[in-house]
């Protein structure tokens, strides 16, 4: 008789959702990845506005003016670049807490699904050993009956 395992379809659920969190990882990571690169090209625009400004202080006093509102807008898109990158941050993590659940979960029924098999198998070797006991106390007794 073979071995069936009761819960196969919640281990086969179990690692669906399992792949489908690691997608959602993946999906997040990309995302902060993305967000992380917006904030380091912003970085490069502030100190580029604040070096144009520091050139409109010393050559064109006229432009500062212009220099200090852009960099000024460039300083809050950095802010608000960082705060991307920090709540990305937050969601990457939520997902990998995510994805760890569903591995133990998934481990858990794979852990389940060996204990069964072993434990089946150690039944069916002592269920061939009591038939190996009978065909050999079944030849004895006829041994002895024709001795």
Known sequence: MPFKFRLEASLRLAEQEMDI???LLAQELRTLREAAEQKDLQAQL???ALEKQKIACLEEPQMLSLWQRYCYDQRN?????EKEVEEQNIRVEKQR????????KTEKYKRL???KIRLFH??????EQTE???IAQNLRGWK???D
Do not use: H, M, S, V
């Open 21 to 23: 969190e690691q997608g």
């Open 46 to 48: 502030l100190n580029a």
């Open 77 to 81: 898109i950095l802010l608000k670049r």
């Open 97 to 104: 807490e995510k994805l760890l659940e569903c591995r133990i």
């Open 113 to 115: 699904k060996e204990k």
């Open 122 to 127: 150690i039944a069916e070797l002592k269920k």
């Open 132 to 134: 190996i006991d009978e």
């Open 144 to 146: 002895t009956q024709e």
